[in-house]
Structure formats: structure tokens, C-alpha cells
T-cell receptor
Framework: AQTVTQSQPEMSVQEAETVTLSCTYD???????LFWYKQPPSRQMILVIR??????QNATENRFSVNFQKAAKSFSLKISDSQLGDAAMYFC??????????FGKGTKLSVKP | EAQVTQNPRYLITVTGKKLTVTCSQN?????MSWYRQDPGLGLRQIYY???????DKGDVPEGYKVSRKEKRNFPLILESPSPNQTSLYFC?????????????FGEGSWLTVV
């Protein structure tokens, strides 16, 4: 069984500052993938970043990066130079061999101007 | 343009009245699935399909049916909707089963059962 825990229901950051969203997971699979999805008010699901568990190097996509600690089963998302458009719900998810995604409950991020 | 299309996007229906939410993808993907999103619970998988005529239950299948007669279509059927099925529903697809494939989501379907 796979589980994903996001311990921060809500977070707030000042524009241009950096914020880190936490995620821990548990899985019995040896080959799995980790994802962060952004869901703006439109409710569209937007892939932010993806990490292959077999890769030690942390994934980076522009202002978004992850801190992947495999032994600790931790997968946090860092957003640098936060922008107003980053305000959204963020979901952490783990994907395994069956193709399904197990999602956390989400973290609502607010960006203050 | 790669797309997963759901219809209807918004629906209010009454308890017990059968309804179908359609889902179609134009990417020749083998793997398709349905999720529901509820406040405070994230997204949970309802059913998935690895290919035509191959479907299986996800984490919350009760009250739902699916079929996969064509590769591009994966409708979600609520035979007798109840108020606890009021939710936001997402259809998703990927090239094949396997966690490494990019998963494409539809825009979501808001369903209210009164």
C-alpha cells in the first residue's frame, strides 16, 4: 500500500520569497515516481515537477526544485522567488507500477503581495 | 493538441437518476483512469483501465461502473447516484501503465447530486 502525507494544510509566503512545502510518503514498491501537482482556482491539474526514485539528483524546473530524501521518504517542494501566480493548492503524489497516483490531501499556498 | 476531454463539465442531478460522464483522449494512450476530489481528501482513484476491455477497481469504486470498448473513450457511469457522490471528477490518461509516464488530466467535471 502507498500513502502520502502533507502535514501543512495551509502555507503563506511573501512575494519574491522562498517557501518549502513538505511531503512524506510510504510505499512498498522499489520502483516508483514522485510528483508535485499544482491546482489553481480553475481546478486544472498541472504537473509541476517529477522525480524518479532511482535518481539521486534532485529534480529542478525553473523556480521549482525538490529535496528528495529517499531513506527518510521525504519529498519537499521548494518554490523560489514566489509569484502571485503560484497561489494554488499543491498536491504531492506517488506513482507506482500499476500506473495509479496516490495523492496527499494538499497544501493551500497563499502569496502575499 | 494533446487533450483529455470530459463532459459534462458541470451537472446537477437528482438521487437515483442514472448518469454518464464521458472521457475521451486523442493521444492513443493505453492507460486511463478516473479520480474524485473531495475537500480535505485529495484525489482518490475510482477505476482504471490498462487497455481496451481491461478495467479494474481503484481505491473508491463503490457506486460506479466503467467500460472501455474503444481505446480513446472511458466513460464513468453512476447507475443510481447518491448525495455522497457529489464531487469533482477527473479523467486521466497516460501512454501505458507505469509510474514514469506523464499523466494527462482532463479539466474536471463538477457533479452535484441532490
Amino acid at each position: 500500500a502507498q500513502t502520502v502525507t502533507q502535514s501543512q494544510p495551509e502555507m503563506s509566503v511573501q512575494e519574491a520569497e522562498t517557501v518549502t512545502l513538505s511531503c512524506t510518503y510510504d510505499t512498498s514498491e522499489s520502483d516508483y515516481y514522485l510528483f508535485w501537482y499544482k491546482q489553481p482556482p480553475s481546478r486544472q491539474m498541472i504537473l509541476v515537477i517529477r522525480q524518479e526514485a532511482y535518481k539521486q539528483q534532485n529534480a529542478t524546473e525553473n523556480r521549482f526544485s525538490v529535496n528528495f530524501q529517499k531513506a527518510a521518504k521525504s519529498f519537499s517542494l521548494k518554490i523560489s522567488d514566489s509569484q502571485l501566480g503560484d497561489a494554488a493548492m499543491y498536491f504531492c503524489a506517488v506513482g507506482g507500477s500499476q500506473g495509479n497516483l496516490i495523492f496527499g490531501k494538499g497544501t493551500k499556498l497563499s502569496v502575499k503581495p | 493538441e494533446a487533450q483529455v476531454t470530459q463532459n459534462p463539465r458541470y451537472l446537477i442531478t437528482v438521487t437515483g437518476k442514472k448518469l454518464t460522464v464521458t472521457c475521451s483522449q486523442n493521444m492513443n494512450h493505453e492507460y486511463m483512469s478516473w479520480y474524485r476530489q473531495d475537500p480535505g481528501l485529495g484525489l482518490r482513484q475510482i477505476y482504471y483501465s490498462m487497455n481496451v476491455e481491461v478495467t479494474d477497481k481503484g481505491d473508491v469504486p463503490e457506486g460506479y461502473k466503467v467500460s472501455r470498448k474503444e481505446k480513446r473513450n472511458f466513460p464513468l457511469i453512476l447507475e443510481s447516484p447518491s448525495p455522497n457522490q457529489t464531487s469533482l471528477y477527473f479523467c486521466a490518461s497516460s501512454l501505458s501503465v507505469g509510474g514514469g509516464n506523464t499523466i494527462y488530466f482532463g479539466e474536471g467535471s463538477w457533479l452535484t447530486v441532490v
